[in-house]
């Protein structure tokens, strides 16, 4: 008792080749419940998680492609406020000027001269019109109002849609006397008393939106006043570096967009009723009618999705107030779906990652199974010598009945400690009390033997455990505490002076002395005597360890529970 356990067997005995006998297993059917269950666990992974993918991604994509949606909805209806803003100026501009006194007087003068335009020639129309009295003069007033309200030009038509002034009219007379009946702003005029149309001048063939206001006199058609902007001044809401936006007429046949390429294009069967090609052909002074290759893929999520030069786009489209003009805004969708493909692939990968990894489970389990029976002995020997080589491992380490470090252990950690101290170079003097160096305590119960003839080795075994407890409570995490042999201990302090090593050792007196050993009905209390030493210059561990337990020698014979310093 009191002393350190030995092994409970023999590593030899444990070793002998009897021991490690393989019988040969059974052999398992191919398909059995392992198979099953890995079968099931297989369909079921695959199915909830294709499930739930499919609920994930789809609701990703919904949550995305709508707000998408929310936000191309905004955006048109402000370019369709927008647009609708720049009409109904053009068309108030159109309303205001119809009642300019210049323009009434000078059709009153016009009506008064009956000139029969309709039986004239141009030529013939082009000298009698700049005859009439103050055309001229409303030809200049014509061109500076269109040049302070940005018009592209201010047209004056007779009853029967001869041009008989203009803000042009300087320009060569290449437009007094044309006739323009023909077109819908006339011809709206004449009906509702107003008109708007979009269309390619005859004279120069510039894409350009017309506003006319019928000019009557007690319910009698005097003339028409028409009011011409350039398309880009209408559509300025159009951005460029957007993804697409198509302004087009009530038809779909494209007016301005922000690609050039589509213009007088039809933007398609899908968006838009085409008109005659007649009617196409007149208006817009082309041959033939192509078609922007827009096609509507599918429903997502109520959002109907366009293809487009090979991506996948949403469309957002609305009419201006009347209705003659439309809105297209186009958005680029693709990454969505492209994120949506990655998740996708994750998906998979995943997937395969699960299905592999029950394969691999299955194929382990069962390699296990097939070869269980074989491994048996082996396995069982393994598990004999690892427990055998943790005990020796345990036992050459650690002391077994207190939880310290072994004699063998201690050792070689304070051959190591001596080693590192006198590789150091000293701050200061050894010899200083304020250096920080290496001691080393001994300590033994005083009169241990006392305690197992009175109170039994089992009593003397707890009287160690509570100085090892007491030992390790005294000193710092990273101080070395072992037992060395029966009721004898070892404490190793570094980086500590003289003084701070003694009042460990004080401690460590103090604590042993005051505290009570409960065993079974026993109680009684116990001292110890401590040994203490300082690493000298050139010291070995073992001269250290000698001059450490002549100390503990003198304390001994100085009357034991004290510590003594060499």
Not at 223 to 245: H, K
Not at 309 to 316: D, F, K, M, T, V
Not at 324 to 334: G, H, R
């Amino acid at each position: 008792m009191n002393q350190e356990r030995e092994p409970r067997s023999s590593l030899r005995e444990l070793l002998k080749p009897g021991n490690f006998s393989v019988n040969a297993a059974p052999r398992l059917r191919r398909f059995r419940l392992l198979q099953w269950l890995a079968l099931c666990a297989a369909v079921i992974w695959v199915v909830v998680g294709l499930n739930l993918s499919h609920q994930f991604i789809h609701h990703q994509l919904h949550e995305k492609l709508q707000a998408r949606m929310d936000e191309l909805n905004n955006e048109s209806q402000f370019s369709l406020r927008i647009f609708d803003q720049n009409l109904h100026q053009a068309e108030q501009l159109s309303q205001t000027l119809s009642f300019e006194q210049s323009t009434v007087n000078l059709l009153h003068k016009y009506r008064e001269l009956n000139l029969d335009l309709n039986a004239m020639e141009l030529e013939e129309r082009r000298i009698a019109i700049p005859k009439i009295p103050g055309r001229e003069e409303l030809d200049s007033l014509y061109k500076q109002l269109a040049t302070n309200v940005d018009a592209t030009q201010i047209i004056l038509l007779d009853p029967l849609g001869y041009l008989i002034a203009s803000s042009r009219s300087g320009d060569n007379g290449a437009y007094l006397g044309v006739r323009y009946h023909t077109r819908e702003y006339y011809q709206e005029a004449l009906i509702r008393g107003k008109g708007r149309q979009f269309a390619i001048g005859k004279q120069i063939p510039v894409a350009s939106f017309y506003f006319s206001t019928a000019i009557k006199a007690n319910g009698e058609l005097l003339g028409i006043i028409v009011i011409r902007l350039v398309t880009e001044e209408v559509v300025d809401f159009i951005n460029p570096t957007m993804d697409l936006t198509l302004v087009s007429s009530s038809n779909g046949v494209v007016l301005a967009s922000s690609d050039p390429a589509l213009v007088y294009k039809h933007v398609g069967r899908g968006l838009s009723r085409p008109p005659l090609i007649i009617d196409y052909q007149r208006i817009f002074k082309q041959q033939e009618m192509a078609s922007v290759p827009f096609e509507e893929i599918y429903s997502q999520h109520g959002n109907r999705l366009w293809s487009w030069q090979g991506e996948r786009h949403i469309l957002a489209r609305g009419y201006v107030e009347e209705g003659d003009f439309q809105v297209f805004l186009f958005d680029n969708v693709s990454t969505l779906f492209t994120s949506s493909n990655t998740y996708w692939n994750f998906s998979f990968a995943t997937l395969l990652a699960g299905l592999l990894i029950i394969i691999l489970l299955e194929r382990s389990v069962n390699f296990s199974q097939q070869r269980k029976a074989h491994l048996t002995a082996l396995f069982e020997a393994n598990r004999n010598l690892s427990s055998v080589s943790s005990e020796l491992y345990e036992l050459t380490v650690t002391d077994a009945l207190t939880g310290l470090s072994s004699r063998r252990y201690f050792t070689q950690r304070l051959e190591d400690a001596v080693q590192r101290e006198h590789r150091q170079t000293p701050a200061m003097p050894r010899s200083s009390v304020q250096f920080k160096g290496l001691s080393l305590l001994l300590l033994d119960l005083d009169r241990f033997k006392l305690i197992n003839d009175t109170y039994g080795h089992p009593a003397g075994d707890e009287a160690i455990r509570s100085m090892a407890k007491i030992c390790q409570e005294q000193v710092r995490p990273y101080d070395t505490v072992g037992r060395m042999g029966g009721e004898e201990f070892a404490i190793l302090l570094t980086d500590v002076t003289i003084q701070e090593s003694k009042e460990v050792a004080a401690r460590i007196l103090h604590n042993c002395e005051t505290t009570t050993i409960e065993y079974e009905k026993h109680q009684f209390t116990q001292t110890c005597s401590i040994g203490i030493a300082r690493l000298c210059r050139d010291q070995t561990a073992n001269g250290l360890l000698s001059q450490a337990d002549k100390a503990l020698y003198a304390a001994k014979n100085q009357g034991r529970n004290r510590f003594i310093f060499f």
